[in-house]
Nanobody
Framework: QLQLVESGGGLVQPGGSLRLSCAVS????????FGWFRQAPGSEREGVSC????????FYLDSVKGRFAISRDTDKATVYLQMNSLQPEDTGVYYC??????????????????????WGQGTQVTVSS
């Protein structure tokens, strides 16, 4: 079982940027697909972005396309989420998740697909003036 630790959250003004990191410990980093999810107060957890284990496929929530970018670094065993042009509706707790997905070119953006996988503890992102 992997252990995931998110960092990089904080308070930022609308239009600002943050880069979230998900440090992964354990083994077989390259065997896993990773997803970023967020949950705002009173709302369900939603998939923001994911990256396949091949590193060739990425998927995004429609509302963050063109603003967010997911990446993974095998040497550092870390997954990143670069978030630009942040808006108040991006506020929430952001979670990193990992799961072994057989299809190397696919990653799910549904939180249920990561059940039985690994989740981090979350990092708070607040976008406010």
């Amino acid at each position: 079982q992997l252990q995931l630790v998110e960092s990089g959250g904080g308070l930022v003004q609308p239009g600002g940027s943050l880069r979230l990191s998900c440090a992964v410990s354990g083994f077989h980093f390259d065997a896993y697909s990773f997803g970023w999810f967020r949950q705002a107060p009173g709302s369900e957890r939603e998939g923001v972005s994911c990256i396949s284990k091949s590193n060739r496929s990425t998927f995004y929530l429609d509302s963050v396309k063109g603003r967010f970018a997911i990446s993974r670094d095998t040497d550092k065993a870390t997954v990143y989420l670069q978030m630009n042009s942040l808006q108040p509706e991006d506020t929430g707790v952001y979670y990193c998740a990992a799961k072994v997905i057989l299809d190397a070119e696919y990653c799910p953006l549904i939180s249920g697909a990561y059940s039985g996988g690994s989740w981090g503890q979350g990092t708070q992102v607040t976008v406010s003036s």
